[in-house]
């Protein structure tokens, strides 16, 4: 049986093109505005010797990340395909996460254990200039903020809510940098300084894992979140002429692009047309799944896996019998 991809209600290259620049100059002037003062607060923790300071600094760089992200993945959407990457270089997007979320997480390590060093003898802080650094990250988390809801795409895309969400959490940071100053400049209680920094690190690795985690799961292409594959196969199952689905996958390929496969039992392979339509527009209508790929299948009256599939150990059985002869005769085509 071949492969059947349904093109039914798919928007073109030049459509989903459109939304990319609508969102791009917001997102760039949201990451200029937070990488300037990202080096401001770095040198302002260096003058000041404040370790909170250096935390919200750490905290402001994922709200970089999830800028660049955003703006990366926009960019990587015009890429066209290869004949050797049929998904183009979507997934790079993917992979730069997971980086920028592994080198999060060792920052905030950092942070933690230069916090308990600091615990035992908290050093001077120069609370002058970690109240004006502080006061200054603020501002450029709240212009950051005003900007990413005027471009609207914190409600459409899911990128740049994820962008818009760090920087909102950023202001929780500045809030707490703001708050260690001003203890420290009415109190003289240094160890506001650590403690505060520890409550910012937590801030930093609750976001780096969520990141984590998410990219994680879309390299395994685990089922994106809010999509219940039990549902999915129900409501597949109700349409005309299905008799039976096996061999159901759905997974993220890149943020915003969700992909499904299934292998459709039907005894009415002459109407295949219009059930395959029928399947393509629901799962658009009820799953926002648009990058569908169908094969139908006559129902086997057999109990058991005589075909290739991921279902059971019976038919990962029978695919990894159907490769061995393909391998050996490509191995016997290279001695030739």
Not at 299 to 311: G, K, L, Q, V
Request: proline content about 4%; charged content about 15%; glycine content about 8%.
């Amino acid at each position: 049986m071949n492969d059947v991809l349904p093109v039914v209600g798919l928007r073109s290259a030049a459509d989903s093109d459109q939304p990319a620049r609508v969102e791009r100059r917001p997102l760039a002037i949201a990451m200029a505005i937070t990488t300037t003062f990202f080096v401001v607060e770095l040198v302002g923790a260096y003058i000041s010797n404040s370790l909170a300071l250096l935390a919200d600094a750490a905290h402001m760089l994922t709200d970089v990340a999830a800028l660049g992200l955003a703006l990366f993945a926009m960019w990587l959407a015009g890429r066209a395909t290869s004949p050797e990457r049929t998904f183009g270089y979507l997934r790079a997007e993917i992979l730069a996460a997971l980086v920028n979320a592994v080198s999060l997480i060792v920052l905030a390590i950092y942070i933690f254990w230069e916090a308990w060093q600091r615990f035992q003898e908290p050093p001077e802080v120069k609370s002058g200039p970690l109240l004006v650094v502080a006061i200054a990250g603020m501002l450029a988390n709240i212009a950051s903020a005003w900007v990413l809801s005027r471009g609207g795409g914190h409600r459409d895309n899911l990128n740049t809510r994820g962008a818009f969400l760090h920087v909102l959490g950023d202001l929780l940071g500045s809030v707490a940098t703001i708050a260690a100053a001003l203890i420290i400049t009415f109190t003289g209680w240094y160890a506001a300084d650590p403690i505060l920094s520890v409550l910012i690190g937590g801030l930093v690795v609750f976001g780096a894992w969520t990141l984590l985690r998410e990219s994680v799961d879309v390299l395994l292409e685990a089922a994106p979140r809010g999509v219940v594959i039990a549902d999915v196969r129900r409501a597949m199952d109700a349409v005309p002429g299905v008799n039976g689905v096996h061999d159901l996958h759905v997974w993220t390929v890149t943020s915003g692009l969700t992909a499904l496969s299934a292998h459709v039992e039907t005894d009415d392979l002459v109407g295949w047309d219009t059930c395959m339509k029928g399947l393509a527009s629901m799962l658009r209508e009820r799953f926002d799944i648009a990058h569908v790929t169908l094969q139908p299948e006559p129902r086997s009256a057999s109990a058991t896996w005589d075909r290739c599939s991921i279902d059971a150990p019976e038919g990962r059985a029978a695919c990894l019998t159907a490769n061995k002869p393909v391998a050996r005769a490509v191995h016997a085509g290279h001695q030739h």
